[in-house]
């Protein structure tokens, strides 16, 4: 099975040039460091910035200058800021090319809960609601089962909802999956993973119409 | 004019309990941390407050957390700070969590003029619960009012005696959305400047929406997250 990294870097082959991409936190924002080789993308951070550029060196951080997960970051050539509103004007324009975040539910038709465990976790959904009221392309990273071991791709969310029918493709630990009408679609599956192992480990409808490859990393 | 207060106690002078107070500020990143500190000191209480975080545990908001001076938080999220997740799961604190983009919004819209917007954040969710929809090109819309707040406290970088401000980098935020939205709007500055020192076509914030402005001092701008790459 994949690591954050692996799962990051599978998606990272999504980016087009020219896009203009949202990652949240968590395993979203290791996209960052396998943008592909010749292609320019243009990360967008929610509270106030385009062109997010790496992390500063030591002794160079700026209080003033942070990402949404609150790291302290730097700018490039071209970047801009703005306030919030603008900020998530454009996320709901659908200016925004791309959005990547992670989840803890994903339903068949598309459902996601990201926010709250009820009476465990209330830390407020931040920006997620509108990026995914909003976003064109909703790619959704993260590990096909909870740490108990139960499938996080469900016929129906249990937890509270972040948004509905918005999610586009999952990539996890074990496999790229779209979702579409008829429900998830097996796409991709993790090197030395097993289309049983997969169907085993998805609670939702999965259709599997294909001879289904294993994710390729090498470099093109 | 006299917009120019000699500091934070000044300028608050009239904060009074129960009122509705909207902070400035992403995380840690450019809150107004003179003003702050005075509400802190001025032990005021029973306050609503609006903000997108609520700061750390030591630190921002959480001063005014622990002391027990909130009555109601509105916020997108909480998370930094440990003690303010605990007050809310316990039923302790009264916490309305709104997305991110509807806040900075219905700021936005207060200032604007606008006594509603229509979004679709929270469609489908409990957000969504109670309010008013209505379809525009076959999607869902809510319905989601203007708010304004008693006092508007923001912190900017860069102001005049007019009460033009202008902001740096990502510590502009929710600070010029708020500004529009206070019935009084109160600016701590870095740097107090007279009229005609800062470019007109600098500035974000248009003087007309401050009613008070003050010099503040000893910033401590901590960092919550400092991450670093190796060379």
């Known amino acids: ?220 | 004019m006299k917009k120019v207060y000699e500091n934070a106690e000044a300028a608050l002078y009239d904060i009074a309990d129960g009122n509705t107070i909207m902070l400035g500020g992403f995380g840690l990143c450019g809150i107004p941390e003179n003003c702050i500190a005075e509400l802190v000191k001025k032990g005021t209480k029973d306050l609503t407050c609006i903000s997108n975080n609520a700061g750390v545990d030591d630190f921002g908001i959480g001063l005014l957390l622990k002391k027990k001076q909130l009555r109601k938080m509105v916020a997108s999220y909480v998370g930094e700070n440990a003690e303010f997740e605990r007050q809310l799961l316990s039923g302790e604190l009264d916490v309305e969590l709104i997305p991110q983009g509807t806040l900075a919004t219905r700021c936005m819209a207060s200032g604007y003029g606008m006594p509603a917007i229509f979004t679709p954040a929270g469609v489908g969710t409990e957000v969504a619960e109670g309010k008013e929809t209505r379809e525009f090109h076959g999607k869902e819309y809510l319905l989601e009012y203007a708010f304004d707040s008693d006092f508007a406290l923001v912190k900017a970088w860069k102001g005049d005696r007019y009460g033009n401000l202008i902001y740096k980098e990502t510590a502009r935020n929710f600070n010029p959305l708020m500004a529009m939205a206070g019935k009084i709007t109160i600016a701590e500055v870095e740097e107090l400047v007279e009229p005609g020192q800062l470019n007109p076509n600098e500035i974000h914030t248009p003087g007309i929406y401050v009613h008070r402005i003050f010099l503040g001092e000893h910033y401590e701008k901590r960092i919550e997250q400092k991450t670093v790459r190796t060379s």
């Open chain 1, 1 to 220: 099975m994949l690591d954050k990294n692996q799962i990051a870097q599978r998606i990272a082959k999504e980016l087009k040039d020219g896009y203009y991409v949202n990652l949240g936190i968590g395993i979203p924002t290791l996209v960052a460091n396998y943008i592909p080789e010749g292609i320019n993308v243009i990360l967008q951070s929610e509270n106030g910035l385009l062109g997010m550029g790496p992390f500063p060196l030591e002794g160079e951080e700026d209080a003033d200058l942070i990402n949404a997960g609150k790291q302290t970051i730097t700018t490039l050539p071209g970047s801009a800021f703005f306030d919030s509103a603008m900020s998530f004007g454009m996320i709901r324009a659908g200016k925004v090319d791309l959005t990547v975040l992670g989840a803890m539910e994903v339903s068949e038709t598309g459902d996601i809960a990201s926010w709250k465990i009820p009476g465990k976790m209330v830390k407020g959904m931040g920006g997620a609601m509108d990026l995914v009221a909003s976003a064109k392309n909703i790619i959704v990273a993260m590990m096909h089962t909870n740490p108990k071991g139960q499938s996080k791709l469900l016929t129906k969310c249990v937890l509270p909802l972040t948004g509905i029918k918005c999610v586009k493709k999952i990539v996890t630990d074990l496999a790229v999956i779209e979702v579409t009408d008829k429900g998830f679609r097996l796409l991709e599956r993790a090197p030395g993973i097993s289309v049983d192992e997969i169907k085993g480990k998805t609670e939702g409808k999965l259709i599997v119409d294909m001879d289904i490859p294993e994710m390729d990393f090498s470099v093109s």
